[in-house]
């Protein structure tokens, strides 16, 4: 059984940290040890990005679920590599990881990333992320319904909130979600009650960093683990 499904299965809010590939042995035990629900591996901030490399880290986090992303450089991650690389990469990942992460924008590789990662039984988020702005809520709404058609098992809606009214748009769009598995996520310090809150209204994962931030708005594990418990009476129970 793939165990991030497990995980979602049980229906509460679960907590990622994002790694990169910095002494991966020691980050995970350091995340095992935290009890991190999901370790998310940013391939795009490798420093070596070599599919045996890449597979060492991942072997690193098995015993943790894990989440590969290889996010390209148009919608904010560092990737420099060609297509093709990155769907070689998602191929060789997909055995071995319980999901991986695609942006809906990367129409050149998103359909085979979804085939190569159903196939092993791994989940695909189809991701959308706006770092500028949060388009309207019809907007969004099409979105998510577009990644929802391309096959996600979760939609994952990341946007830069910047008003009150921004929080609102992402807040109705997850409360009346027409898609079943949703993330979303408001950046910016604006948005950072969405990643305590948000996990009450059915966003599934939110996410955090051990060592160095890596999104606006992004708390640490340690404070979002104590503030997911004092908010989050199921997840409370779970890390008893
Ligand atoms: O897309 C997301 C969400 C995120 O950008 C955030 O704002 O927490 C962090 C990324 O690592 C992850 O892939």
Redesign the pocket.
Known sequence: MNALRALLDTGVPLVAV?FDDQDAERAASAAVEARVDVA?L?VDRFRDTATDHVLRQVEAFRDLPTLV?V?SAAEGGDWRGTEDERLALFRAVAPRVDAV?VELSSRDILDEVVIAAHEHDALVVV?Y?NFDHTPPLDELRTTAKAARAAGADIV?I?TMARSKADLKVLTTLLVDADVPEMIV?G?GATGTASRIFFPALGSRLT?TFMDAQ??S??LDFAETFALMRRFHPDFAERKN
């Open positions: 994002s998310e940013r992303t996010r992460d991701s992320h994952k990341s996520i950046m996410y890596a999104t708005g992004q």
